[in-house]
């Protein structure tokens, strides 16, 4: 097995099933310390991930295409919790988001830069991109309708199993980091641990106290958190290298303009390094900013459901 990445939660590998049913299958090992080194909560999350992809995969409405596939797992002797998922991709956004503003770069170096096939570039790009972008809300939709929150969706914890833009056809996102998913069964709100506990927080600090307005709030904050991946797919893979991360975004979304879509349009159409992502945004008459204003809007209760997200005339494609 070779060492593969970090995750927000633990240690990744490689490897392959070598007995068994699954014999030949390749997988990916998601590796949590030790008692030693990771405590409780790292038994904590390793517990949450497995048991949330048990009870989602034991669904009788079928297991989702748009979530990664458990397929088994193990404790060592000193105490490392091990997770297997079905490999299905080696890249996440935040690597096919590095690759491809990396290539626009260097495109703009070369003499021969021809912007006409730039042009045919950033049409399948756009296209790529929503098609990600369905795959994404439709895990969330998944996840919601069987009452489940991610917690921890971002540019990390969505695994693509091409991020070639001309194979977009084929293209599958598949959620995973599950660790801090949170159970909104309303009989099971009021049992919720510790991995929650900064969720309910949030919810009071909203206004939201009863078992009702603690589900909608948290529902309303994994869109949040999908708003804030949209914004991330709008704006990296259209800008060159160095001109825009996660952070950067963030900020500008959070604490420069409060949340204000418009305002946010009317400064980055005043640079040039950002005209791809406006005009991707600008689709529809303006139909991606509008979406992303719902999304992040400030009040939790006026945003959509993963559901309305995923019927949005730029999320269907009709923008194209």
Same mark, same amino acid.
């Given at each position: 097995?070779?060492?593969?990445?970090?995750?927000?939660?633990?240690?990744?590998?490689?490897?392959?099933?070598?007995?068994?049913?699954?014999?030949?299958?390749?997988?990916?090992?998601?590796?949590?310390?030790?008692?030693?080194?990771?405590?409780?909560?790292?038994?904590?999350?390793?517990?949450?991930?497995?048991?949330?992809?048990?009870?989602?995969?034991?669904?009788?409405?079928?297991?989702?295409?748009?979530?990664?596939?458990?397929?088994?797992?193990?404790?060592?002797?000193?105490?490392?919790?091990? #997770? !297997? =998922?079905?490999?299905?991709?080696? @890249?996440?956004?935040? %690597?096919?988001?590095?690759?491809? $503003? /990396?290539? *626009?770069?260097?495109?703009?170096?070369?003499?021969?830069?021809?912007?006409?096939?730039?042009?045919?570039?950033?049409?399948?790009?756009?296209?790529?991109?929503?098609?990600?972008?369905?795959?994404?809300?439709?895990?969330?939709?998944?996840?919601?309708?069987?009452?489940?929150?991610?917690?921890?969706?971002?540019?990390?914890?969505?695994?693509?199993?091409?991020?070639?833009?001309?194979?977009?056809?084929?293209?599958?996102?598949?959620?995973?980091? #599950? !660790? =801090?998913?949170?159970?909104?069964? @309303?009989?099971?709100? %009021?049992?919720?641990?510790?991995? $929650? /506990?900064? *969720?309910?927080?949030?919810?009071?600090?909203?206004?939201?106290?009863?078992?009702?307005?603690?589900?909608?709030?948290?529902?309303?904050?994994?869109?949040?958190?999908?708003?804030?991946?949209?914004?991330?797919?709008?704006?990296?893979?259209?800008?060159?290298?160095?001109?825009?991360?996660?952070?950067?975004?963030?900020?500008?979304?959070?604490?420069?303009?409060?949340?204000?879509?418009?305002?946010?349009?009317?400064?980055?159409?005043?640079?040039?390094?950002?005209?791809?992502?406006?005009?991707?945004?600008?689709?529809? %008459?303006?139909?991606?900013?509008?979406?992303?204003?719902?999304?992040?809007?400030?009040?939790?209760?006026?945003?959509?459901?993963?559901?309305?997200?995923?019927?949005?005339?730029?999320?269907?494609?009709?923008?194209?």
């Amino acid at each position: 097995m070779l060492e593969k990445a970090m995750s927000k939660s633990g240690r990744l590998y490689e490897g392959r099933v070598s007995r068994g049913p699954l014999t030949g299958t390749p997988v990916t090992f998601k590796v949590y310390p030790g008692r030693r080194a990771g405590g409780v909560v790292a038994d904590a999350l390793a517990a949450n991930e497995l048991n949330t992809h048990l009870f989602l995969q034991s669904s009788s409405k079928g297991i989702a295409q748009h979530l990664a596939l458990l397929v088994g797992g193990f404790e060592t002797t000193t105490g490392e919790q091990w #997770l !297997a =998922f079905r490999d299905d991709g080696k @890249y996440s956004v935040a %690597d096919y988001a590095k690759i491809v $503003s /990396e290539r *626009l770069s260097k495109s703009r170096e070369v003499s021969s830069w021809n912007p006409f096939e730039q042009g045919v570039t950033i049409k399948r790009r756009q296209s790529f991109i929503i098609k990600l972008l369905q795959g994404v809300m439709k895990g969330v939709a998944y996840l919601h309708d069987h009452d489940r929150l991610h917690q921890s969706l971002g540019p990390f914890s969505v695994v693509l199993n091409t991020i070639s833009e001309k194979e977009g056809s084929y293209l599958i996102p598949r959620l995973r980091d #599950l !660790a =801090f998913s949170v159970n909104v069964r @309303y009989k099971e709100l %009021d049992d919720s641990g510790q991995l $929650s /506990e900064g *969720l309910w927080r949030r919810a009071s600090g909203a206004g939201a106290f009863t078992q009702m307005e603690k589900r909608a709030f948290g529902i309303a904050d994994d869109i949040y958190e999908a708003g804030l991946l949209f914004a991330y797919l709008a704006f990296v893979p259209f800008c060159e290298a160095g001109v825009m991360d996660s952070l950067s975004l963030q900020r500008l979304l959070e604490n420069t303009f409060q949340l204000d879509l418009e305002a946010t349009r009317e400064y980055c159409l005043a640079d040039d390094r950002l005209v791809n992502a406006v005009e991707f945004l600008d689709l529809g %008459d303006g139909a991606g900013w509008e979406l992303l204003q719902t999304m992040l809007n400030a009040d939790f209760r006026k945003r959509p459901t993963a559901e309305a997200v995923l019927n949005h005339r730029f999320m269907t494609g009709a923008v194209l």
